[in-house]
């Protein structure tokens, strides 16, 4: 609640002179009438409206400060706020070959720090559509664009290694995941491409999936994530005679080729970044978060309703009821 006029309620003041001048009216009341014996008035019983007759100044203090607040004009402010936003489509696209086993980021591997960060991203997103494509020696889109972020970090989660698979099909990936953005309306339409790999399968290179992709104003980041050289790897063995499988880890060479994902994101007006440990994959996504931002506009509207009338209206009608029953049944005698 707010007031229009609040310099008004100063005049709540001249409440503390009106009641000053009735309690010195009554201590002035004087006997008008001599009577020569009083005892039979006495016994008499007091009359209601002479213990009541205190009520007429709390009635006229009463209307005088609801005419006040009256004055002040009480309102009641109603803010609406218009917001357009232009938000971001953006296609996730995640390396799952048999190659993102390696634990060089230890305690776990690639392909857990990557969906953990990955899941990060989407939770920061608020306007933006996003989907998701899984690929290895081949692609596929394993969620449309959405706003429905938790269904999308479901996906991520269930994300798992392609079955003895340790191609990557770079370039048919892009092509899957520009298939999907090339009919968006977005403000911006943006891939991040993530791999521990060169492309060695599928039938579209890399680069020309870029150029295509560049033509359709696709921005591409891709981000290389793996350790240079040997690295550890788990390796599963099984016993011909027992069929027991057991595990040991064992260090193999792991070889991404920074070129081919700088040529990606540079023919597409994106970037490329590299991350080596499960800390700098987490600041390449919160980079790549700052940089592609909803767009959001907002423009406030005030309106205000007046809530003086019925203020005015009780004051009113206190004053008429003191007013009426001043010249009735609480009338001085002259």
Partial sequence: MTFKNPYFFYLLILAVPMVWLYVLRERRQKVTLAFSDLSIIKKLPVSPYRRLRHALIVMRVAGFCFLTVALARPQKQHSEVEVTTEGVDIMLILDISESMKALDFKPDDRLAVAKREMKNFVAKRENDRVGLVLFAARAFTRCPLTNDYGVLIRMIDAADYADFSNQTAIGTAIATAANRLKDSQAKSRVMVLLTDGANNAGDIPPQTAAKAAG?????????????EGQVPFPMETVNPQTGRRTQRIQMMQSDINEKELSDIARLTGGAFFRAQNSESLKMIY?????????????????????????WLWVGFIILAAETLLQNTVFRRIP
């Fill in 215 to 227: 033509e359709l104003n696709i921005k591409i980041y891709t981000i290389g994530v793996g350790k």
């Fill in 286 to 310: 919160e980079e790549i978060d700052r940089m592609e931002k909803t767009e959001i506009k907002s423009v406030s509207h005030v309106s205000y309703s007046e809530y003086f009338y019925k």
